[in-house]
């Protein structure tokens, strides 16, 4: 039986493989690309921190996975909670030094892997898949 390939298998294709290789590299810092998307958040947020039920909206995670990253990252010391001092009840993050310093190893290994992405693309290539890749991710908004 023949395999039907889309547009949405191919994307989830992509995807799939490149959070595999990103879980992958980021196993030897006991990170996943999850824990680290939430510390790129923070990293440029306004004063580097943010509400957590900003941080569940800007992730599209339920409040329980939001609270289990946030978690496991306090845990490690990436970031910090505190409460609002307008309002005890929002709890806030803020990122750490330490986890500042981990987003640097993070960057580098992110741009490893999109340089492997595109290795086989001329400079026109990328530029053209950059500009069709944004249109339709402009779709969905």
């Not at 490149?18 to 440029?44: C, G, P, Y």
């Not at 609002?84 to 030094?97: A, G, Q």
């Amino acid at each position: 039986m023949e395999e039907r390939v889309t547009y949405g298998r191919l994307f989830k294709q992509i995807h799939d493989g490149l959070e595999k290789q990103a879980n992958h590299s980021l196993r030897s810092q006991d990170l996943t690309m999850a824990q680290v998307s939430a510390l790129l958040e923070l990293r440029f947020s306004p004063e580097k921190q943010m509400p957590l039920k900003e941080l569940e909206r800007r992730l599209h995670v339920a409040q329980s996975t939001a609270a289990g990253i946030v978690t496991r990252l306090e845990q490690k010391g990436f970031v910090e909670g505190f409460g609002d001092p307008r309002d005890r009840r929002i709890k806030m993050l803020r990122i750490t030094p330490a986890g500042e310093s981990c987003c640097q190893v993070a960057d580098r290994h992110m741009a490893e892997s999109e340089a492997a992405l595109l290795s086989g693309l001329t400079e026109a290539e990328r530029s053209a898949l950059f500009f069709l890749l944004k249109r339709v991710a402009d779709n969905l908004k």
